[in-house]
């Protein structure tokens, strides 16, 4: 089974410091993402990787920077985080480019205060 | 703006009976769209999905259909079970080889009673 670990369920952080969220698969996948999901507006992208050292801004990417030094791992940081940024982080993987190979891992709830 | 939306936040069915979720879209670049189901505490899942050559598509008890004229699609659950219950999201994007970069709807709460 593909399995995508957040290494940080529930996190509560305050104003202006500096988060790491990060997402670790073990399926050799290529791509990687970092959506929010926020109620009444559901899953936005924030920024995805196609490949190591590679990345791409998705929908949201304001106040949001990531990483991707090794396949299996791609980290989300929130260079100062800001109330705004409250809000549960879902990483996902994929193994090829349509929306049905992906696998989204279990969510990282972060609180900003 | 959003451009998958899905106005019905919430859905309460009797157990046996068809679940009706239903999805309208405003990209008309969009030609795959999928139906993912989201327990609370776990990420999402895929269920099905349809490309815009098709008008239907029936996996077991799950079947979407898609009316392209009226950018709209819904997911159809028949019968019902308890397990169903659960947050069912929409989700578009424009080609098959999107990069996995999907827009989604806001989501339906399905509550499956007994």
């Known amino acids: 089974d593909v399995k995508v670990t957040q290494s940080s369920r529930y996190l509560v952080k305050r104003t202006g410091e500096k988060v790491f969220l990060e997402c670790v698969q073990d399926?050799?996948?290529?791509?990687m993402f970092w959506y929010r999901q926020d109620p009444g507006l559901g899953l936005r992208l924030i920024y995805f990787?196609?490949?190591?050292?590679?990345?791409e801004k998705g929908d949201i990417p304001e106040g949001y920077s990531v990483s991707r030094e090794k396949k299996e791992r791609f980290s989300l940081i929130l260079e100062s985080a800001s109330t705004n940024q409250t809000s549960m982080y879902l990483c996902?993987?994929?193994?090829?480019?349509?929306?049905?190979?992906?696998?989204f891992g279990e969510g990282s709830w972060l609180t900003v205060v | 703006d959003q451009q998958v939306k899905q106005n019905s936040p919430s859905l309460s069915v009797q157990e046996g009976r068809i679940s009706i979720l239903n999805c309208d879209y405003t990209?008309?670049?969009?030609?795959?769209f999928l139906w993912y189901k989201k327990y609370p505490a776990e990420g999402p899942t895929f269920l099905i999905s349809?490309?815009?050559?098709?008008d239907k598509n029936e996996d077991g008890r799950f079947t979407v259909f898609l009316n392209k004229s009226a950018k709209h699609l819904s997911l159809h659950i028949v019968p019902s079970q308890p397990g169903d219950s659960a947050v069912y999201f929409c989700?578009?994007?424009?080609?098959?080889?999107?990069?996995?970069?999907?827009?989604f709807g806001a989501g339906t709460q399905v509550v499956v009673t007994p």
């Open positions: 996902a993987s994929s193994f090829g480019w349509s929306g049905n190979t992906i696998y």
């Open positions: 399926m050799d996948h290529e791509n």
């Open positions: 990787s196609y490949d190591v050292k590679m990345k």
């Open positions: 990209n008309s670049m969009f030609d795959y």
């Open positions: 349809i490309s815009s050559i098709k």
């Open positions: 989700a578009a994007s424009e080609g098959l080889d999107s990069w996995g970069k999907l827009q």
